[in-house]
């Protein structure tokens, strides 16, 4: 009976450690193409975005600065994994703090594949779209103006990007590739390689992490406290930071909870997560300082809570 027993526990061992190994590569595999695109945005951007340009473009006003940086994600087909270096690499070349935090917090959001893919995950409802849309673009607004009167200076963990790029293990780009445009290509690469690395391994400690989470916390402990309004967007919060899913496939997920969960919970999970999840809070702690990151999640959980609750009393 004790052999049976043990036996038993041995095989449940091993299921356990194979959807663990499942969950973890499936997550790192769903997210290293777009952390490819972001880190080779970030590249061009580096190589062919003079300083001036975004300055010149940029409108001086703090507030249309920032409206400016919750569109422009619909031009970057890039989800929360790719979105920080691409961020840092754009607020390095001269957008302010408050435009370039807009754009990482909606532009895993309000870029045209996600949005698709939420009227698709929502039977052809472009309601849904407009709530995650509008609801995202009204969090980023509001977290960005705080963040810009909390924080005057950049809360870069390293302020200069040359001592970073001479202090981190990587290739040393020739002096001949930054005045020879026919070796600009060479540059790109380089500083994509660079960046790839120094994300990767957040990305790959995040999602081992998140795999823990899915596999050793069960998602039913949670899904009974959704009994009212306030909790059941709370854990659709904690859901959706747990899970931490591609913002390309989360609205899938989120479709499948329609059955028990309002519309405003629903939302809080289709814009937190994309702002905010385990893989993307590490790759922020080794891009910003911890209070900023910390400060930065906190205003994104009460603003996402809050207009959750709106859309519920308004949606649904």
């Known amino acids: 009976m004790h052999l049976e027993n ?6 449940a061992s091993l299921t356990t450690l194979y959807q663990l190994n499942t969950i973890f590569i499936s997550m790192v595999m769903e997210a290293i193409p777009f952390v490819l695109v972001g880190v080779l945005i970030s590249g061009l951007i580096q190589t062919f975005v003079k300083e001036g340009w975004l300055t010149r473009i940029m409108p001086r006003n703090r507030y249309l600065a920032t409206v ?13 994994c790719g979105i920080v270096p691409i961020t840092r690499r754009l607020i390095n070349k ?7 935090i807009a754009f990482m ?12 893919s939420t009227y698709i995950a929502f039977g052809n409802d472009w309601e849904m779209v407009g709530v995650r849309a509008g609801l995202a673009i009204a969090v980023a607004f509001s977290v960005s103006i705080i963040l810009s009167f909390m924080f005057k200076q950049l809360p870069f963990r390293i302020q200069d990007e040359q001592a970073a790029a001479a202090m981190e293990p990587g290739l040393e ?19 994509a390689i660079e960046e790839f690395f120094s994300v990767g391994k957040y990305l790959v400690l995040g999602a081992f992490i998140a795999a823990c989470m899915q596999t050793f916390v069960p998602t039913s402990y949670l899904l009974h ?6 909790t059941s967007s709370l854990v659709m919060i904690a859901l959706a930071f747990l899970i931490s899913l591609c913002s390309e496939a989360d609205a899938f997920i989120a479709a499948s909870f329609r059955s028990t969960f309002t519309v405003g919970s629903l939302s809080a999970f289709l814009v937190f997560g994309p702002m905010i999840d385990i893989k993307n809070t590490l790759m922020l702690l080794g891009t910003y300082r911890s209070k900023f990151v910390v400060v930065l999640i906190v205003l994104v959980t009460l603003f996402t809570l809050v207009g ?3 859309v519920g009393r308004f949606f649904g």
Do not use: D, Q, W
């Not at 043990?6 to 095989?11: D, F, H, L, P, R």
């Not at 400016?68 to 929360?80: D, L, R, Y």
């Not at 001269?94 to 370039?100: D, K, Q, S, W, Y």
């Open 94 to 100: 001269g957008m302010p703090l408050h435009a370039g």
């Open 308 to 310: 959750s609750l709106l």
């Open 6 to 11: 043990e036996v038993s526990a041995g095989g």
């Open 68 to 80: 400016f940086g919750c569109g422009i994600g619909i031009f970057f087909p890039s989800c929360e």
């Open 105 to 116: 917090l909606t532009g895993p959001i309000i870029n045209p594949i996600v949005l698709f």
């Open 173 to 191: 780009i020739p002096a001949a590739s930054r005045v020879s445009s026919g070796k600009k290509l060479y540059e790109v690469v380089v500083h």
């Open 225 to 230: 406290l959704g009994s009212n309004p306030v």
